[in-house]
């Protein structure tokens, strides 16, 4: 009987052990986070490869005012193996530049239409397809600006992706 209760114990110690290990890599969203030094690579690997389908905020060029503050940019890079790695920016035309930024980990196709889903979702209006010169454009002029007003682009920022 005692036999029967260490062996119980002992698959509830590593069934424990293990969850935590994976939710140490795990961002609040639920997806796989990549360490320090991983996303560097990460990042450094993905630059060389080929750009996707770019998208932006709609009216991110309205003329009138209220002109939207906050844009939206995500630049997808073509992976190896049929994967996708986007490079999302959200950026304050007021004086930040480079509010948030990140690098997604490695997405299949589908689950890139779900993070365009959300970030469609996310600012009025949604998000429409732009030219890669666009979304450049709009991410190193507001990275510029707010370098000259003393900002500087959120630390996550994968600025070698764009």
């Known amino acids: 009987m005692v036999d029967r209760r260490a062996k119980k ?3 509830r110690r590593k069934k424990r052990d293990a969850t935590h290990r994976g939710a140490s890599n ?3 969203s639920g997806s796989t986070a990549l360490s320090s030094t991983s996303k560097a690579a990460f990042i450094q690997e993905a630059a060389s490869c080929p750009v996707g389908q770019c998208y ?3 009216n991110w060029d309205a003329p009138a005012s209220p002109m939207p503050s906050l844009v939206m940019v995500v630049l997808p890079r073509s992976l190896p193996h049929g994967r996708i790695a986007a490079g999302v ?3 304050d035309r007021t004086c930040i530049g480079v509010k948030n930024g990140f690098v997604t980990r490695p997405l299949l196709p589908r689950d890139f239409d779900r993070l365009l889903k959300v970030q469609r979702g996310a600012l009025h209006g949604g998000m429409v397809p732009c030219d890669l ?3 450049q454009s709009i991410v190193y002029h507001w ?5 000259r007003l003393g900002f500087e682009p959120h630390p996550d920022f994968p ?3 764009f």
């Not at 990275?143 to 370098?147: G, I, K």
Request: a positive charge; zero cysteines; hydrophobic letters at 50%.
């Open 9 to 11: 114990a002992e698959k």
């Open 26 to 28: 795990r961002t609040a």
């Open 56 to 58: 932006i905020s709609r």
């Open 89 to 91: 920016a959200m950026v």
């Open 133 to 135: 010169l666009v979304a």
């Open 143 to 147: 990275v510029d600006y707010a370098r």
């Open 159 to 161: 600025e070698r992706l």
